[in-house]
């Protein structure tokens, strides 16, 4: 399997240019995460969904933010219109259940990451 | 208080030492706990996870969870210069999200 799959692996724009990062999940996963980060602000959580559905967007900045998932194979992000405290490393994630004793977890599998640039 | 939290070093260790990287966290409720590891300017990967009290080893790995305490700890034998890199504790929290602390960075000296 080629793994999660990003692209651009790299953008670099102007501020108040429209933004769309773009993944495509490991095939057979069903959750798919979006991540932020910064040296000052870590890694934070944007968006997840499972099953190709927006379960949790608080992670979400503001309305600039937007993301869908319109199958299970492809997911974009979408900033508009794009600032310069948005230059961040985005890293989209996927992941399936796994059953244990203990109960169902989820590994994460990252993406390589796309490096914003808002100048 | 942030939910979870890690000294962020860097940490230096010389090689063939064990390194130790220490995790707490706030929810109580959290059940499984992970161990990321991030080389610069690459993805996170995942090397370890545990959610029993107690320790989980894993070739030169540790992971070790104390819940009474909130905290969990990463402890890697024999530390290689390529065992340098950022390394992220995560919880699962009640609330059913993956929350990610600061990282902490190791540095292995030859």
């Known amino acids: 399997d080629a793994g999660v799959i990003q692209s651009p692996r790299h953008e670099v724009t102007e501020m108040g240019q429209e933004v769309t990062l773009r993944c495509k999940p490991i095939?057979?996963?069903?959750?798919l995460f979006w991540y932020r980060q910064t040296m000052m602000r870590g890694l934070e959580l944007l968006i997840y969904?499972?099953?190709?559905?927006?379960?949790?967007d608080s992670g979400m900045p503001e309305d600039r933010f937007s993301a869908k998932m319109p199958n299970a194979s492809f997911s974009t992000l979408k900033i508009q219109p794009s600032e310069p405290r948005d230059s961040a490393v985005y890293f989209c994630?996927?992941?399936?259940?796994?059953?244990?004793?203990?109960?169902?977890?989820?590994?994460?599998?990252f993406g390589p990451g796309t490096r914003l640039t808002v100048l | 208080q942030k939910e979870v939290e890690q000294n962020s070093g860097p940490l230096s260790v010389p090689e063939g030492a064990i390194a130790s990287l220490n995790c707490t966290y706030s929810?109580?409720?959290?059940?499984?706990f992970f161990w990321y590891r991030q080389y610069s300017g690459k993805s996170p990967e995942l090397i370890m996870f545990?959610?029993?009290?107690g320790d989980k080893e894993d070739g030169r790995f540790t992971a070790q969870l104390n819940k009474a305490s909130q905290y969990v700890s990463l402890l890697i034998r024999d530390s290689q210069p390529s065992d340098s890199a950022t390394y992220l504790c995560?919880?699962?929290?009640?609330?059913?999200?993956?929350?990610f602390g600061p990282g902490t960075s190791l540095s292995v000296i030859p």
């Open positions: 994630a996927s992941s399936y259940p796994i059953l244990r004793t203990s109960g169902i977890y989820n590994e994460q599998f």
């Open positions: 929810d109580r409720g959290s059940q499984s």
């Open positions: 545990i959610y029993s009290n």
């Open positions: 969904f499972n099953n190709n559905v927006p379960i949790d």
């Open positions: 095939s057979g996963h069903n959750s």
């Open positions: 995560a919880a699962k929290t009640s609330y059913d999200k993956v929350i």
